[in-house]
């Protein structure tokens, strides 16, 4: 028996026709070819033209293929496209799906017109009136009809007309052409301009003032003066068109200008124009500008130009109307000051502020070191301290303080009362933290004259402050432990808020910055290392020597961190470079702690 076979590629086109028939015929799947339709919106315009194109083909096609007759296809369902040029556009959409394909054709589908484009130009375009003015149509894409507007209210349909103006102005043109696909507008604003005489105007500024007044004046004619002539009634006149005029003498002034063109002169009087007053001009002066309260202060009336009342505000709630009153401050502070002085023809006012400085006996405004630094003072309870860490240079009687900045140099210091040196952080003399001090420095032991007790480097009349006057700053700004507490003799970090209170507002690290309520404005000053010279920490430690020795090499401090809020309270080495505050050695009752 002879071995049946079927060839292979007879066996893929059976299986090829039998996937065909399923597909078309499974339900409920699509079950014949696509019936291609589509529809447009709009249909007609002007180019560019957007038509927006909606497939309506029947029988679930699932691609479509368009093409717009201008070149360009695509294959969304929905398609919107723009035509940009004239024409009338066969459109063809070809949908097909897995039984076949379908296709529409709409000849001269779409249809783009071509509008006029209005244009035109005339002449003469200035002149005097009666003006006759030749139109010419200038207008492309063969418009069939033409109407003017000339603007006075009369038109024409001629292509190029002649028209006269009688009136002087400035006259808007529009031109509307139309042909069989549409109208277009030109319009042309203040085109043609018909001039006749002048008529003049002017504006001048300022119209008040003191004398001597300086007042711009702008010619507002209308047109087109040629030439003009001021007269600004003090005597003086001018022939430019924008004339500046300076007025000597008070008084209310008529001015005059005279405009002309080719056709003739018009004039214009302002009468009353220009009021040159003489209003006071405040100013003062008072004696002494500084002192302890109560200060006695005597001012001085200087206005200018006679006034006639005096209205003083001496900043401390009290006032008064002489001319040149004396006053009494009761109280420290510093206080701005404000004169208002009126004659017949206004007010003027005068204000100096932070003019007059009381100062408190027991804390002056600043303190000043040997060198010539100014600094901020403080009164926290009956302490006057300084605001500011120090940064002189030489010790009170004038001798130098040693320089150091090598770093070997600084750690090869002793921890004794000898050795005496200076630095700043990171070497830096332009630091806002001061300058930092070993303890000897501090001190001032070495100096070549008996030196007041305690007072160390500070300024004569401050001094070191000792361990028990920190203790009462501690007091004084802790909101939970008094002055007096037994918990500022503690060792290490004492209280509860103190160091919060002393820190500066800004300048910790890690949001470590204090609230500074007690005005003592400390800063993260760092310090210079004993043994390697270095300088550490500045942002997040400041360390503050205090004039008490607890052996032969250490000396008390005090230390603020960024991560507290309370105080440290130990000793340390004589050999490292901590900052310095003093504190004022006379003071209110109760003052001489040490």
């Known amino acids: 028996m002879k071995n049946r076979y079927m060839p292979q590629w007879l066996i893929i086109v059976i299986l090829s026709i039998a996937t065909l028939l399923i597909t078309c015929t499974k339900e409920p799947k699509i079950e014949n070819p696509p019936v291609a339709n589509f529809s447009a919106t709009p249909l007609n315009g002007a180019a560019p033209l957007k038509v927006s194109f909606t497939d309506k083909s029947q029988n679930s096609p699932e691609s479509w293929r368009w093409d717009f007759g201008d070149g360009i296809t695509s ?20 949908a097909s799906n897995a039984c ?5 054709t709409k000849v001269d589908y779409v249809h783009l017109k071509n509008l006029p484009v209005a244009n035109f130009s005339a002449t003469p375009l200035n002149g005097a009136a009666p003006l006759e003015v030749s139109f010419t149509d200038e207008s492309q894409n063969s418009p069939e009809s033409w109407r003017w507007n000339f603007g006075d209210g009369t038109t024409s349909t001629d292509q190029h007309p002649v028209h006269v103006y009688a009136a002087p102005g400035d006259y808007t043109v529009i031109l509307a052409v139309s042909n069989a696909f549409g109208t277009d507008m030109e319009v042309k604003g203040d085109y043609v301009h018909v001039e006749s005489l002048p008529v003049a105007d002017f504006s001048a500024t300022p119209l008040n003032g003191n004398a001597p007044l300086e007042v711009s004046f702008t010619d507002e004619s209308q047109n087109s003066p040629e030439s003009w ?9 001018s022939t430019e068109q924008h004339p500046v005029h300076v007025y000597i003498a008070p008084g209310d002034y008529t001015v005059i200008l005279a405009a002309s063109n080719a056709f003739g002169t018009d004039m214009e009087v302002k009468v009353d124009y220009v009021h040159v007053e003489n209003l006071p001009v405040a100013d003062f002066f008072a004696t002494p500008l500084n002192g302890d ?7 001085t009336d200087e206005s200018q130009n006679s006034p006639e009342s005096w209205n003083w505000d001496f900043g401390d709630g009290t006032t008064s109307t002489d001319q040149h009153p004396v006053h009494l401050y009761a109280a420290p502070g510093d206080y701005t000051v404000i004169l208002s002085v009126s004659n017949a023809f206004g ?4 204000t100096k502020v932070n003019y007059i400085h009381v100062e408190n006996p027991a804390c002056p405004f600043t303190v000043t070191d040997v060198d010539g630094n100014s600094y901020r003072t403080v009164l926290i309870g009956d302490h006057c301290w300084m605001q500011e860490n120090l940064r002189v240079t030489h010790y009170p009687n004038g001798d130098a ?5 090598d770093n070997g140099a600084w750690a090869a210091l002793e921890d004794n009362n000898m050795a005496d040196a200076y630095c700043y952080y990171g070497d830096n003399p332009n630091t806002e933290y001061g300058a930092l001090y070993s303890y000897a420095a501090a001190i001032a032991d070495n100096w070549t004259r008996d030196n007041a007790d305690g007072q160390g480097i500070c300024p004569d009349g401050w001094h070191l402050p000792t361990d028990a006057e920190w203790k009462v700053l501690e007091g004084n700004v802790d909101t939970k432990y008094p002055v007096g507490g037994l918990v500022w003799d503690d060792e290490g970090w004492r209280g509860y808020d103190a160091g919060a209170h002393l820190k500066s507002t800004t300048g910790w690290n890690n949001g470590g910055n204090g609230d500074n309520s007690s005005g003592f404005t400390a800063l993260a000053s760092g310090y210079r290392g004993y043994g390697s010279g270095g300088s ?7 360390y503050w020597w205090l004039a008490e020795e607890v052996s032969d090499r250490r000396a008390r ?6 991560e507290n809020r309370t105080v440290y309270r130990y000793h340390y080495q004589m050999s490292s470079g901590f900052s310095v505050r003093c504190v004022r050695d006379q003071g209110l009752d109760n003052f001489q702690l040490r």
């Open 75 to 94: 294959t969304d369902q929905h398609p919107v496209h723009v035509y940009a040029a004239p024409g009338d556009y066969t459109v063809t959409l070809a």
């Open 229 to 237: 002539s001021w007269d600004f009634g003090d005597g003086f006149t």
């Open 100 to 104: 076949g394909t379908d296709k529409e």
């Open 536 to 542: 550490f920490f500045a942002g997040e430690n400041g």
């Open 557 to 562: 401090y005090r230390r603020l961190f960024h």
């Open 401 to 405: 303080i040693p320089y150091i900045t």
């Open 347 to 350: 007010t003027d006012m005068e």
């Open 293 to 299: 309260a109560p200060l006695e202060v005597n001012f």
